[in-house]
């Protein structure tokens, strides 16, 4: 990865090239979070804004100018130059022409700490192997983080998204099938503050969308005991998931199985499917002791 001789040649550089803002659609502005942090003594700003500046990059954004991620993370592009020279001096960014910049590996090292910690993340992987190989379909594990779902392992078999899903990815809870088994069983408190987070897209014409829809929703999977998606996220996508219980009987996590809509009926989900992923989850529970 090329340098920077010195500071002033990566200030220089950052000031000469870059593209103008707006050219990508900005997420949230995280300036609100600042503020909201005002005279909070323990709050560190310079970290707080090198963890943004390291979120603002994605599998369809692996390069970024400092202007693009200004626009995206509403820091100025002054604080975001700062931060990026500091992640490249670091060797968790890296830049080919001091203009574009993208990860590096060693930005793994910071969740893998938080995976190696999980019992479950460990030991899920040989597991999710087997029930995949009998299922020969891909199957995953998720948490909930916020109005998102966060994939903590996954068996791919066959590709059913438009997007590749891995470790790390990230999907909205609210229309995937781990995300309604990890809201329906979340407190009424905590369930209602998520809900106000949740920005409601349709996604297809199946897309379920509105609070009031989604509670009915999630009753109905608690009930049941699972839950199914049928292409609401995505043509095609048809899945199925279960609850991951520790041994006090808390749902810490969801297993799930995604198939093509054509091949497999929802029918056959429940008669085929469901028996053998409910086992699955018992499994792991195991591994929470």
């Known amino acids: 990865m090329p340098a920077f001789e010195t500071d002033q040649d990566f200030k220089k550089q950052s000031r000469e090239g870059s593209t103008p803002a707006g050219v990508l659609g900005s997420l949230p502005s995280s300036s609100g979070t600042e503020d909201a942090m005002i005279g909070d003594p323990n709050y560190m700003t310079s970290l707080a804004r090198g ?71 460990v030991a899920a992987q040989p597991i999710l192997d087997h029930v995949s190989h009998v299922f020969r ?23 059913i998204m438009s997007i590749d899903l891995g470790v790390g990815s990230r999907l909205p809870a609210f229309c995937t099938t781990m995300g309604r088994i990890l809201l329906a069983h979340l407190p009424p408190d905590k369930l209602d503050e998520i809900l106000e987070q949740i920005v409601f897209k349709k996604f297809t014409e199946r897309t379920v969308v509105g609070a009031e829809r989604l509670r009915q929703i999630l009753r109905m999977v608690q009930r049941n005991g699972y839950s199914i998606i049928d292409q609401e996220l995505e043509h095609g996508l048809r899945a199925l998931a279960v609850p991951i219980r520790n041994p006090a009987g808390k749902v810490v996590a969801a297993l799930n199985v995604g198939v093509h809509a054509q091949r497999v009926s929802i029918q056959d989900l429940l008669t085929r499917f469901l028996y053998h992923l409910k086992a699955a989850a018992h499994e792991l529970c195991m591994f929470l002791r």
């Open 51 to 121: 963890l943004a500046v390291i979120q603002a990059f994605s599998q369809s954004q692996q390069q970024l100018t400092t202007s693009q991620i200004s626009s995206k993370t509403g820091f100025s592009r002054a604080a975001v130059r700062r931060c990026l020279y500091t992640l490249v001096r670091l060797s968790f960014a890296g830049t080919d022409d001091n203009r574009h910049f993208y990860l590096r590996p060693r930005v793994l090292t910071l969740g893998h700490a938080y995976l190696s910690s999980m019992p479950l993340a």
């Open 137 to 159: 379909e891909s199957c995953s594990i998720a948490t909930l983080d916020g109005a998102e779902i966060v994939y903590i392992a996954r068996a791919n078999v066959t590709r």
